[in-house]
């Protein structure tokens, strides 16, 4: 692993930057990102609370139940980082403000969105549903790593949501006593070098992340070729080092382990802003804390979504740094069985689903785009969300003209309060009013029985629950 690398940079005329920690160019690349792509982000990837209600509710149940446990009657700050488009944020306060029928605990409640890229909190701030409780939250620009604007112990709740792991992570191995992290330098591919006229000011405007000035050439994000090698890392410059290289000796030699370092920064944050009597933080992203997965060489330490990296979280070393920080309660869980537990039923996502057919064609082919099409209108039998949410689904090109004929009739008929995309989690009750018609696809009772109870998969994801107090 500590190889350097085979590439051969003469034969890169391309290269448009240097060698710089793993952790740096991430940071460079979704400031870049969200710059071009902050309207679109739908296009490239969905949250769990991006379209769907149900890991708010349960948020919102979880909040006020351990809010009517205690006897407070002062107003109380609920903050959500990273907050997206802000539906999150609507469907939590739609349901405590549902829930709170003697007023209690809703009127106290003052929601604060915090987001560092100004186009997606403005998204936020217009999302007609949260303009609802418009007297009841804020929108702050800023770090969520570094938010002194905020007094200490001043917070009660903390929602992170799919941001962990796009916070810098570095991705790091143990060599003897020794820690090393990888370095990477970007390229652009041979074929879009040739649709790039200035190439000298495309290298500046990306060096300077300038989106104004990249917005006048072709799209580049998902055509970076990237250089990795390896150096020992700094001692002074690692948070946490100690910590980390506890960690780090339970892992195999040169077996590379992401070490997120954004999200150990937050959990000290967090430890910093939660009063007292604080219900806590709440995180939610994709990870493991199994030490197999993190020992395996092969694991993928990251993703790549429209050219943006988003990296496995290492729920397992930060529960380990939040114990160095003086947590009290700490708790790991896949997020379905929070939700699960939160709502007393058993849920899983369409993607779960497909997974249960016993011939479910190639993800790559048009058949697949054609099953996933006629699952939905048989899930909708059963399934009706409170909120008009229309799927947007688009079919292949390559699909006959007549079966995608089909298809845009059944997706145009879809009822407006159906499943709203592919990760929406649907209740086993749901499933089971809609089994008549999945059962017309093909889809066995049994084997959606053993989906339903399966545990968590070992890189899957996950719930971090964690206060100051026992």
């Known amino acids: 692993m500590a190889e350097h690398s085979t590439f051969d940079p003469d034969a890169l005329p391309q290269i448009i930057g240097d060698f710089h920690p793993v952790d740096s160019w991430q940071m460079h690349i979704n400031d870049v990102f969200y710059g071009l792509r902050a309207s679109r982000l739908r296009e490239f990837y969905q949250t769990f609370a991006s379209a769907d209600y149900r890991l708010a509710y349960a948020l919102a149940e979880d909040y006020y139940r351990r809010a009517c446990r205690r006897a407070k009657s002062t107003p109380v700050i609920v903050m959500e980082w990273g907050c997206g488009n802000g539906n999150l944020a609507a469907c939590f306060l739609d349901r405590l403000q549902a829930l709170d029928t003697d007023g209690v605990v809703y009127p106290r409640v003052h929601y604060h969105l915090i987001d560092k890229n100004e186009a997606v909190l403005q998204e936020a701030k217009e999302n007609p549903d949260l303009l609802r409780h418009q007297d009841r939250f804020t929108a702050t620009c800023g770090d969520v790593t570094d938010l002194t604007s905020f007094q200490d112990g001043t917070v009660d709740r903390i929602i992170c949501n799919e941001l962990w792991s796009e916070l810098p992570t570095k991705l790091m191995f143990r060599k003897a006593s020794q820690l090393h992290e990888e370095h990477l330098r970007p390229n652009v591919s041979e074929s879009k070098l040739a649709e790039i006229e200035d190439w000298s000011g495309f290298v500046h405007a990306f060096d300077q992340k300038d989106i104004e000035g990249l917005q006048a050439f072709p799209d580049f994000l998902e055509d970076l070729v990237w250089e990795r090698e390896y150096h020992e890392i700094e001692a002074k410059s690692l948070a946490f080092r100690r910590t980390i290289a506890d960690f780090l000796k339970n892992i195999d030699e040169e077996v590379l382990v992401p070490v997120n370092t954004g999200a150990a920064a937050t959990i000290k944050e967090a430890m910093r802003l939660l009063a007292p009597d604080a219900i806590g933080l709440s995180s939610f992203d994709a990870g493991t804390y199994d030490s197999h997965v993190l020992n395996d060489p092969e694991k993928p330490c990251?993703?790549?979504?429209?050219?943006?990296?988003?990296?496995?979280?290492?729920?397992?070393?930060?529960?380990?740094?939040?114990?160095?920080?003086?947590?009290?309660?700490?708790?790991?869980?896949?997020?379905?069985?929070?939700?699960?537990?939160?709502?007393?039923?058993?849920?899983?996502?369409?993607?779960?689903?497909?997974?249960?057919?016993?011939?479910?064609?190639?993800?790559?082919?048009?058949?697949?785009?054609?099953?996933?099409?006629?699952?939905?209108?048989?899930?909708?039998?059963?399934?009706?969300?409170?909120?008009?949410?229309?799927?947007?689904?688009?079919?292949?090109?390559?699909?006959?003209?007549?079966?995608?004929?089909?298809?845009?009739?059944?997706?145009?008929?879809?009822?407006?309060?159906?499943?709203?995309?592919?990760?929406?989690?649907?209740?086993?009750?749901?499933?089971?009013?809609a089994q008549p018609a999945l059962e017309k696809l093909g889809y066995e009772r049994e084997d959606i029985n053993m989906i339903l109870q399966s545990p968590p998969q070992l890189v899957d994801y996950t719930h971090l629950y964690l206060t100051a107090t026992p």
Do not use: C
Request: hydrophobic share 40%; proline share 5%; no cysteine.
């Open 302 to 433: 990251y993703s790549v979504h429209g050219g943006q990296f988003s990296f496995m979280v290492n729920f397992a070393l930060l529960e380990e740094i939040g114990r160095h920080l003086g947590a009290k309660s700490l708790v790991l869980e896949s997020q379905r069985e929070f939700i699960g537990n939160s709502i007393g039923a058993n849920v899983l996502t369409l993607m779960d689903l497909l997974v249960a057919h016993p011939n479910l064609p190639n993800s790559s082919s048009w058949e697949f785009d054609a099953h996933v099409v006629r699952t939905l209108e048989a899930i909708n039998t059963g399934y009706a969300s409170p909120y008009t949410r229309r799927i947007e689904f688009p079919l292949r090109d390559a699909m006959p003209s007549d079966e995608k004929g089909a298809l845009h009739d059944i997706l145009s008929h879809l009822k407006p309060n159906g499943l709203p995309d592919m990760i929406a989690y649907v209740t086993e009750a749901e499933l089971r009013e």
